[in-house]
């Protein structure tokens, strides 16, 4: 009767990791596809405002950037807010070309869908702000988008 | 005669998708580029005349160097800014301390009150940021809640909740932002 009798192993038997690698690797890829790189080098330090009323800003292609801060190099360029276009220290009369340029890089039928954010540290006076929104008046783009950071409303 | 192929050992590319997945955990951001979306006029045209807008349809708010607030030449406070702007814009008939109001027919709302009134905002050179900032917030806030008011009357919903949109149409219309930003210049104070 002992000939159905099975060898029982009292010992847990090891768990696979064969598999770890492919879980891994699904995050890695997860990862991979969220992630947006950074397309320019922040020079100046923009800490921005915080807002409730904020929406969202929709289609990243089609949003062109202009930063306004003081210079994280203090040392060498100051503490004076200054305006960073692309990579570099730019000026106001440099708007409009960047406008054009910017309009130009993109495909014709969504240059009317082009946004301007306005990314500017709370600490920078509306001088300089001015003078930016005048530019872009003058190259007709109107659609601008104070950024902000959407602050936190506590419920009572 | 021919050698077996040794089978390659893949113990170690859990290790390597790991390296990779720390890699891109560490340089990911998430954040939402999130703003108060504004549009701006158009260049003054020199030849075209100043409108004439009566005073009692203009509600001027003038932010001062030392970011102070100037409501219709008193004195305003950030906190309560939001209700004085609903407060003007909100339809008032035949008071002659607030602005006209005109009886407008709108598709899929009918005939409805919209006012005349226009937020005049004005800063100077020397404004904070994050104060104009602060008040474009409040001043957003303000159209936002007459248009849930309007919205939730005619549609029995938020004005953000929405669908259609025709409806969301028909309550830019009744509703208009009417924010006008006045040219640069020095107004000075402190």
Same mark, same amino acid.
């Given at each position: 009767m002992s000939r159905f009798k099975k060898q029982v192993s009292k010992e847990v038997p090891a768990i696979?990791?064969? !598999?770890?690698?492919?879980i891994i690797f699904m995050l890695l890829f997860f990862f991979m596809v969220t992630t947006v790189m950074r397309e320019t080098t922040l020079i100046v330090k923009t800490k921005l405002p915080e807002a409730t009323e904020v929406q969202k800003?929709?289609?990243? =292609?089609? %949003?062109?950037?202009?930063?306004?801060?003081?210079?994280?190099? =203090?040392?060498?360029?100051? /503490?004076? !807010?200054?305006?960073?276009? @692309?990579?570099?220290?730019?000026?106001? =009369?440099?708007?409009?070309?960047? %406008?054009?340029?910017?309009?130009?890089?993109?495909?014709?039928?969504?240059?009317?869908?082009? /946004? /301007? !954010?306005?990314?500017? @540290?709370?600490? /920078?006076?509306?001088? %300089?702000?001015?003078?930016?929104?005048?530019?872009l008046r003058k190259a007709s783009a109107f659609k601008i988008n104070y950024s902000t950071r959407r602050r936190v409303v506590k419920k009572e | 005669m021919a050698r077996k192929i040794p089978a390659i050992n893949a113990g170690s590319m859990?290790? $390597?998708?790991?390296?990779?997945? $720390?890699?891109?955990?560490?340089?990911?951001?998430?954040?939402?580029d999130t703003g108060i979306m504004r549009q701006l006029p158009p260049p003054p045209d020199p030849n075209q005349e100043i409108p004439d807008i009566k005073e009692r349809n203009i509600m001027n708010i003038l932010v001062s160097r030392s970011d102070r607030l100037l409501v219709n030449k008193k004195m305003g406070n950030i906190r309560t800014l939001k209700y004085d702007v609903i407060d003007f814009m909100s339809i008032h008939h035949?008071?002659?301390a607030y602005p006209e109001?005109?009886?407008k027919s709108i598709d899929y709302i009918g005939d409805v009150y919209t006012t005349k009134g226009i937020i005049s905002l004005k800063n100077d050179r020397g404004t904070s940021y994050n104060m104009y900032i602060q008040v474009q917030n409040e001043l957003a806030a303000a159209f936002k809640e007459l248009r849930d008011r309007l919205s939730m009357q005619k549609f029995g919903r938020k004005? +953000?909740?929405? $669908? +259609?949109?025709?409806? $969301?149409?028909?309550i830019n219309k009744a509703v208009p932002v009417r924010v006008s930003e006045a040219e640069p210049e020095d107004v000075g104070g402190n």
């Open positions: 696979s990791t064969s !598999s770890l690698p492919d800003l929709e289609k990243k =292609s089609l %949003v062109s950037y202009i930063y306004i801060g003081p210079p994280i190099q =203090s040392k060498i360029y100051g /503490t004076e !807010s200054r305006i960073q276009l @692309n990579d570099y220290f730019a000026v106001v =009369s440099d708007i409009q070309e960047f %406008v054009v340029l910017e309009r130009e890089a993109r495909d014709e039928a969504d240059r009317k869908f082009l /946004t /301007t !954010s306005l990314k500017v @540290n709370g600490e /920078t006076k509306m001088g %300089v702000v001015t003078d930016v929104k005048q530019e | 859990a290790d $390597i998708a790991f390296l990779l997945l $720390i890699f891109f955990l560490v340089t990911t951001t998430m954040d939402v035949d008071d002659p109001v005109t009886l004005y +953000n909740k929405l $669908i +259609n949109e025709d409806y $969301i149409d028909a």
